[in-house]
């Protein structure tokens, strides 16, 4: 395969490029051109853009990403991921301090057409022309993706999770997110500044787990938490409340997850 890929350092024998970051490839001297190369530098210069052909993929490195999340736009696929650590046939999995955003051309599937950098991602979804990313440590990144070629980060927040947040989705253009013991709901008016419009959470001050999984049918949200089901009624979209960040709990389902529909 024929990718891009920019020149990250040079050595007598050759240049390591950067395929993605995170992951560097060996262009050997040999191989830089057709006709003989004395020097590296000669040819090549450090955050020089070239076109690189794979040959080879060492099995100690092969594939070190984390794809937590994905996201597709007609020939546009919106990927979000970590690295982490292969040590020969030993496999290592450290938690990462930081995550990538990437845009990939499904037409050119080898190229990759932008990448940011966020903190170490958990979950993402597109609302509008904005990339909501879960993080650990209940950062959560909002990238603008109008266009592919460009992503952008307009912000990493704190004051939208309590925790770290497993899932985000959308059902019929509201957005939910999972926030330790919570399910919160945002205002997606402005999709680059998302508020908390709701808050779904037990209200009985159990110490419950952390919710896993959620799913939104009608007018309810069904949060599944370990062995058990929550029951939320979700608030009529055109009623008006002085509260609007207090839902209540419509019921507490005790069944078993494997019960339920």
Do not use: W
Not at 47 to 57: A, E, F, P, S
Not at 133 to 148: E, L, N
Not at 150 to 171: C, N, P
């Amino acid at each position: 395969d024929v990718v891009s890929a920019k020149i990250v350092s040079m050595e007598t024998y050759g240049a390591f490029a950067e395929i993605i970051p995170g992951v560097d490839g060996l262009v050997h001297i040999s191989q830089i051109s057709d006709s003989r190369v004395e020097k590296v530098e000669d040819v090549l210069e450090v955050g020089q853009v070239v076109n690189v052909k794979i040959l080879d993929v060492a099995p100690q490195v092969e594939l070190p990403l984390h794809i937590t999340g994905c996201h597709l736009r007609g020939n546009q696929l919106f990927i979000a991921y970590t690295l982490v650590e292969n040590k020969g046939q030993d496999f290592i999995y450290k938690f990462p301090t930081k995550g990538y955003v990437a845009s990939l051309d499904l037409r050119q599937p080898t190229k990759v057409l932008s990448t940011v950098e966020i903190p170490a991602c958990i979950a993402l979804d597109r609302v509008g022309d904005m990339l909501y990313v879960t993080c650990r440590k209940g950062d959560f990144a909002v990238v603008d993706a109008s266009d592919p070629e460009e992503l952008g980060v307009k912000a990493v927040r704190r004051d939208i999770l309590d925790g770290d947040g497993f899932k985000v989705k959308t059902f019929g253009g509201r957005t939910f997110v999972t926030s330790g013991r919570r399910i919160v709901e945002l205002d997606t008016t402005v999709p680059a500044v998302p508020q908390v419009k709701h808050l779904y959470d037990r209200g009985d001050g159990t110490e419950a787990p952390s919710y896993d999984d959620f799913t939104v049918e009608g007018n309810r949200l069904y949060a599944l938490a370990h062995a058990s089901v929550d029951v939320f009624e979700l608030d009529d979209v055109t009623r008006t409340t002085e509260a609007p960040n207090d839902c209540g709990v419509n019921g507490i389902a005790k069944t078993p997850a494997k019960e339920a529909d």
